[in-house]
């Protein structure tokens, strides 16, 4: 079985600063790992995926991520906030299937003028 | 290119109604996923199809909630009997083999009053 969890429910950050969202996994496998965004009433846009390639994964806007196995975590940063970025974050993990993927909680991010 | 589409964006019914989803994936997108998004659980995974078939229907909450795919291409989760723990968000997602990304429609809000 396999599960993610997410440390932080909200994140309040203000703009131009960095942003951290932690995230935990558990898998008995080599898990994939990837960062979804929700924007309020939009579908999910994936951020980026770890897939066992290199540990510090670059995804879209800005974001990244690094997988540490020591740590079994993926946490997300960005080092310059934007307002635009004011939206849901999901870490998910994926099983030996590879398709059915399993979502942590949520962190939702709040920027400040 | 189009993404996922959803039909409708909102649904109200009342309690014990039948009600439809329907979902349009990517052209040429051999795998389509269910997802439900509620408060009290979450993301959570519904069902999978790979072409016309459903080789994984575990996350079907009761036997209330039917799907089906028809030419590989648009489906419909069907919930009967709705009851009022069924509210929450309906996200469809297709991808173009079952390991590939999965691109999210915007969902169907479905409230039961």
């Known amino acids: 079985a396999q599960s993610v969890t997410q440390l932080d429910s909200h994140v309040s950050v203000s703009e131009g600063t960095p942003v951290l969202l932690r995230c935990n996994y558990s898998s008995s496998y080599s898990p994939s790992l990837f960062w979804y965004v929700q924007h309020p009433n939009k579908g999910l846009q994936l951020l980026l995926k770890y897939t066992s390639a290199a540990t510090l994964v670059k995804g879209i806007n800005g974001f990244e991520a690094e997988f540490k196995k020591s740590e079994t975590s993926f946490h997300l940063t960005k080092p310059s906030a934007h307002m635009s970025d004011a939206a849901e974050y999901f870490c998910?993990?994926?099983?030996?299937?590879?398709?059915?993927?399993?979502f942590g909680a949520g962190t939702t991010v709040t920027v400040r003028a | 290119g189009a993404g996922v589409s959803q039909s409708p964006s909102n649904k109200v019914t009342e309690k014990g109604k039948d009600v439809e989803l329907r979902c349009d994936p990517i052209s040429g997108h051999t795998a389509l996923y269910w997802y439900r998004q509620s408060l009290g659980q979450g993301l959570e995974f519904l069902i999978y199809f790979q072409g016309n078939s459903a080789p994984d229907k575990s996350g079907l909450p009761s036997d209330r909630f039917s799907a089906e795919r028809t030419g590989g291409s648009v489906s419909t989760l069907t919930i009967q009997r709705t009851q009022q723990e069924d509210s929450a968000v309906y996200l469809c997602?297709?991808?173009?083999?079952?390991?590939?990304?999965?691109?999210f429609g915007p969902g169907t809000r479905l409230t039961v009053t």
């Open positions: 997602a297709s991808s173009y083999k079952f390991d590939y990304e999965q691109y």
């Open positions: 998910v993990v994926t099983g030996s299937n590879d398709y059915k993927l399993s």
